[in-house]
């Protein structure tokens, strides 16, 4: 029943609302963090107004639910007279009736939610908590113990929801950059699960993004979702996310879980997807099935909350991990010093903590809670929920004897962290106090922290380079100066990565080869080759030592090369199809080559040739362009002659090696003055001195 469907429903709501008005007319969160931890808002009343007004519209929530819903539910005139009832409760009046109907609306766990994604597969009982994900059988006590505390508490946070809606509004305290009382209060509570997913909307700032974009966006982001880069990491990691839960066991819930990862790795192609987004974006849809609203939740996560921490650097979660050892040294130095002594790598746990924010990590109620406030106000709350977790069990690391002992002292504290009131009450409470109260200093200590560490990444990215100058120096044919020069031309047109998706590909070979527009299919068959690990994309160093092959390579690494090209089904051996089709795309690089050469201004085909080190003298620096150049004829290919039995159960490479030579041979003799570009230079050129 709600608030609204009683008679005389001015009544409670006046006298509760009186009260807020007066306790939160001084917003801190330090004065909430100093107050103990109690499980119900009328406990709050109680507390703070002994009044007979009070004692009357009042009840603690800490009573069992049974006795609770019998006085609710018994007749008026089954209530005594007297003050208090025989087992200790206040006599039920009319009006402590109608404030039970008003502030204990009907339990509801999440596996009776509407449409609900936990409820666990049919014919199990037991082994799960109250979201379905599976517990460890040695926490099953702890768990039963824990999962009445939750229920109780449900009924608090729904109590307290409702109330804040009706007098506050959460938008536009977001908005305004509010952290007032009330709305901290919520959070130390933990947010009603079936209203979670909302909130995460709003708190994290998705909604304002959502809002600034176009209407279509996500649909348009989603047509182009096949040709994302990361799809087929995507689709193996869609299967090892959660995959004992039940709504991730359906086709539906992975379905959304796919759209949503591939959407991301298409709007932002630098980050693409990182392993951890896959756990993030799956806990977002549990608390929020609409994919489109899921989708711009975990943008905000990666984008605004989780500020470089799914770059190819990381550099967000280093310094966060960083500064949570500083932070663990000011607010726990004898525990700092423990760690000292066992030289524990801290960073080993709180990496997987940071990265998943909590998931998989702690229980469930307890990472839902945390999210809650994580939303609200950034990556530094798990900074101190983290602090929070080791200090409460510090007595028990710093009695460890040994590094492995105190590893698995942390994990143990990390997994049986069922009271999540508690932990958050904690944190609170150091987010008030001491240094870390200070926006300022926490600010400096990161800023110090981030210039630190970027400059040994610029350093170990100097090293990584010459390494890898000096290795491919030693792979390819061409001067350490025309590395630089090349990958420095890959890293200004792939990004930082250089890793060359085919379009990108496409486009560099046009730069330095002209004449590959016209043959499409010898680029779509070269990408094929360079696509070692078959994952869509090709590495840097597979394309320099393409490029080297094709430039400066002997003849046999060029047929080595056109042999591959030419085995579209990639199982060593040649049909006489695939000899044909791989004779007539060099056919059409050759008659694309054939166009006039432009005058005045540098080409953009000799800017690109500039990169792979074409000198003057090499075989492959004649012009195509010149006029008086001739090219092989339409008919001259003498495939035609080559007999049936040398496909005989296919042809092998080396036969193929000696073929091409006779071929070559005889395109000398039908056109002697053939030069050809780099990539024609695979049949007609020989090596170059």
């Known amino acids: 029943m709600t608030p609204s469907s009683f008679p005389d429903q001015d009544e409670q709501p006046t006298r509760a609302n009186r009260f807020f008005e007066r306790f939160n007319s001084k917003p801190n969160i330090a004065r909430h963090a100093e107050m103990p931890l109690q499980r119900s808002s009328s406990s709050i009343l109680a507390a703070h107004n002994d009044s007979p007004e009070f004692k009357e519209v009042v009840v603690s929530a800490n009573m069992t639910f049974s006795r609770s819903s019998s006085i609710a539910n018994m007749p008026a005139d089954s209530a005594s007279s007297d003050e208090q009832s025989n087992d200790g409760h206040m006599r039920v009046t009319p009006t402590l009736r109608k404030s039970l109907e008003w502030q204990q609306p009907a339990i509801m766990t999440p596996a009776q939610m509407e449409c609900s994604p936990f409820c666990p597969p049919e014919g199990e009982t037991s082994g799960r908590d109250l979201y379905a994900f599976q517990i460890e059988a040695d926490l099953g006590p702890l768990y039963e113990a824990a999962t009445a505390s939750y229920i109780r508490t449900f009924r608090v946070q729904r109590q307290e929801w409702r109330y804040f809606n009706s007098r506050h509004s959460l938008r536009t305290e977001l908005r305004a950059g509010k952290r007032s009382f009330p709305l901290m209060q919520l959070i130390s509570r933990g947010i009603p699960f079936e209203s979670r997913g909302m909130f995460w909307y709003q708190a994290s700032g998705a909604q304002e993004k959502h809002r600034w974009s176009r209407s279509d966006y996500y649909s348009t982001l989603m047509q182009q979702a096949t040709s994302s880069g990361s799809a087929q990491e995507i689709q193996k990691d869609i299967c090892r996310t959660f995959p004992s839960h039940p709504f991730f066991m359906k086709e539906e819930g992975q379905r959304k879980l796919q759209h949503i990862l591939l959407a991301y790795s298409i709007r932002n192609p630098v980050i693409g997807y990182c392993q951890a987004m896959n756990y993030i974006a799956a806990f977002i849809l549990l608390f929020l099935p609409d994919e489109e609203k899921a989708f711009w939740v975990l943008v905000t996560v990666v984008e605004d909350v989780l500020l470089d921490y799914f770059t190819r650097s990381m550099i967000g979660s ?50 839902l809670h945390i999210w809650d406030w994580f939303l609200l106000e950034g990556s530094d709350v798990l900074m101190y929920v ?95 100066e025309e590395l630089r020069a090349l990958l420095d031309y890959l890293r200004a047109t792939a990004g930082s990565d250089m890793v060359i998706a085919p379009p990108l590909l496409a486009d560099i070979l046009a730069v330095m080869w002209p004449a590959l527009s016209k043959c499409p299919e010898l680029v779509r068959q070269l990408f ?59 056919r059409l690089l050759h008659k694309g080559s054939a166009s ?25 620096d004649a012009d195509p362009g010149d006029a008086n150049q001739q090219y092989p004829p339409s008919d001259w290919w003498p495939v035609t002659n080559i007999p049936d039995d040398a496909f005989a159960g296919g042809m092998g490479e080396e036969a193929f090696c000696e073929l091409m030579e006779q071929c070559s041979e005889a395109a000398r003799a039908v056109c002697p003055d053939v030069a050809g570009d780099p990539l024609a230079a695979l049949l007609f050129s020989r090596k170059s001195e």
Not at 442 to 469: F, G, N, P, V
């Open 318 to 367: 280093l310094v966060d991990q960083h500064l949570f050892r500083a932070l663990l040294s000011e607010v726990c130095p004898r525990l700092d010093a423990a760690m000292e002594r066992f030289q524990v790598p801290l960073t080993a746990l709180t990496s997987h903590w940071f990265m998943c924010a909590y998931v998989g990590s702690l229980p469930t109620e307890t990472a």
């Open 386 to 480: 983290g602090i929070a977790l080791l200090k409460n069990n510090e007595k028990s690391i710093i009695a460890s004897r040994s590094l492995s002992s105190a590893m698995d002292t942390i994990r143990e504290c990390a997994r049986i962290a069922l009271d999540d009131q508690r932990l958050i009450r904690s944190a609170m409470k150091l987010r008030s106090r001491g240094k870390l109260q200070s926006d300022k200093f926490l600010h400096e200590k990161r800023l110090s922290i981030y210039k630190e560490i970027a400059e040994q990444l610029e350093t170990k990215k100097a090293q990584k380079q010459k390494q890898q100058l000096m290795r491919l120096q030693k792979d390819t044919h061409f001067e350490i």
């Open 528 to 586: 094929r080759v360079l696509d070692t690990y078959n994952n869509g994309t090709v590495a840097c160093s597979n394309l320099v030592s393409a490029l080297s092959v094709i430039a400066r390579g002997t003849v046999q690494e060029r047929l080595g090369l056109m042999f591959s090209c030419f085995d579209t089904d990639e199982d060593g051996l040649l049909s006489r199809a695939d000899f044909s089709s791989g004779l007539e795309m060099l």
């Open 596 to 620: 006039p050469a432009s005058s005045g201004a540098p080409s953009a085909r000799n800017r690109g040739r500039a990169f792979i080190g074409v000198r003057s003298g090499d075989t492959a």
